[in-house]
């Protein structure tokens, strides 16, 4: 989240806290498969293989358990094959991971692994023609690689605090994931300190995703961090602000109001449209203005803050002001404000005119 220092802010580091660190240790390739029930049921014929040691080639399990610092390769059929691979491999375009296309299929390779590349590997072909491509879905491939390293138990995080907004109308994850998949992972509260359970119903531990709030509520606000434990000493995780969000999802809900409308000949005025919004979700802002073909210069200034509403309520205040110096007659009219989203678009009006 741009423009909010406090997400990244470093602190002393803690015993047992994890950190990005590279992996340079050599370790003979050990492999485990691990059963998971996704892999029951009709579904469409993967087209991911994994290159073994000597040549040899095995389809991939959903999940697979390797040692931090071995090496990976994966490939997929067909001739124009489309990758995804966890985030933290494009944070500095990581020479570790290679992608190539040969003739007939698709090649990942990842060299010296580490624990911060647990996550999904998945690809899939695509069907192109004159209108362009896209994915078919009868050919994918996917498999969740976990990269053990008994000294990083939680996969590593590039800060030491993070912001997990709660939505009253969604699920919410705190991604306290980890490296080795039979870890017992427990959720605690630091304020009262106590353990949050996992019912199995409100509250939920996925070993892919970390641990998923059902129905968020207003009272799970504040900050959590995960332990998790692994044949040795316990670790804890990252900690996790949780800011409950009290607007709802959708287009933006705007309002635009003038600092006067009714202006003199040569006097100044300004528009101000203002948009109340979930935290994370950004709004962008374009305006239409009588002086527009004209090329009437004005002053257009966009900014956003957050807003603790109480009670872990927190809220997104978007604002975008149009400035009008010197009034002239080709500048009365409808001055126009839309505020756009990821989930739609709101246009709202004022009128100006002169005295």
Same mark, same amino acid.
């Given at each position: 989240?741009? *423009? ?5 802010? +470093? ?15 050599? #370790?003979?390739?050990? #492999? ?24 040899? /080639? ?9 040692? &931090? ?8 059929? *067909? ?8 985030? $933290?491999?494009?944070? /500095? ?11 007939? !299929? ?24 004159? !209108? ?18 008994? *000294?990083?138990?939680?996969? =590593?995080?590039?800060? $030491? ?29 630091? /304020? ?15 070993? +892919?995703?970390?641990?998923? $709030? ?10 959590? !961090? ?5 044949? *040795?000493? =316990?670790?804890?995780?990252?900690? !996790? ?27 100044? /005025?300004?528009? $101000? ?48 002001? #149009? ?8 500048? &009365? ?23």
């Amino acid at each position: 989240m741009h *423009g909010q220092a406090s997400a990244k802010a +470093k602190r002393p580091k803690e015993p047992a806290e994890n950190k990005i660190k590279p992996a340079s240790k050599k #370790i003979k390739p050990k #492999i485990t498969k691990l059963k998971d029930s996704s892999e029951s049921g009709t579904k469409a014929q993967s087209i991911m293989i994994q290159v073994m040691d000597k040549g040899r /080639f095995q389809k991939p399990a959903a999940m697979l358990n390797m040692i &931090a610092g071995q090496s990976m390769e994966l490939r997929c059929k *067909g001739e124009k094959i489309m990758w995804t691979y966890p985030a $933290y491999l494009d944070t /500095f375009k990581d020479t570790r991971l290679s992608i190539k296309q040969q003739d007939r !299929y698709g090649q990942l390779i990842l060299t010296n692994s580490s624990a911060a590349d647990t996550g999904e590997f998945s690809c899939w072909a695509q069907v192109c023609d004159s !209108y362009g491509c896209k994915k078919d879905e009868s050919k994918s491939g996917s498999t969740y690689v976990f990269f053990t390293d008994k *000294g990083e138990l939680f996969v =590593p995080s590039s800060s $030491y605090f993070e912001i997990v907004y709660l939505h009253p109308d969604r699920p919410t994850i705190i991604p306290c994931r980890v490296t080795v998949p039979t870890a017992k992972v427990t959720l605690h509260r630091e /304020f009262p300190a106590e353990e949050v359970k996992a019912d199995g119903d409100n509250v939920m531990y996925d070993v +892919k995703k970390g641990f998923i $709030y059902q129905h968020p509520l207003p009272s799970q606000s504040g900050v959590v !961090y995960c332990r998790a434990e692994a044949r *040795g000493a =316990p670790q804890i995780s990252i900690k !996790y602000q949780l800011l409950y969000v009290e607007v709802p999802s959708g287009p933006p809900s705007a309002t635009i109001t003038a600092s006067a409308n009714k202006v003199q000949s040569g006097g100044d /005025f300004s528009i $101000y449209c203002t948009v109340l919004g979930e935290p994370d979700v950004e709004v962008e802002f374009t305006w239409i203005y009588p002086g527009q073909e004209y090329q009437r210069p004005v002053t257009i200034q966009d900014s956003w803050r957050l807003v603790n509403r109480g009670i872990g309520h927190t809220t997104r205040i978007s604002k975008s002001i #149009i400035s009008v110096e010197d009034f002239e007659t080709i500048d &009365a009219g409808n001055y126009i404000c839309r505020a756009q989203n990821l989930r739609g678009q709101t246009t709202l009006s004022t009128r100006v005119d002169r005295y």
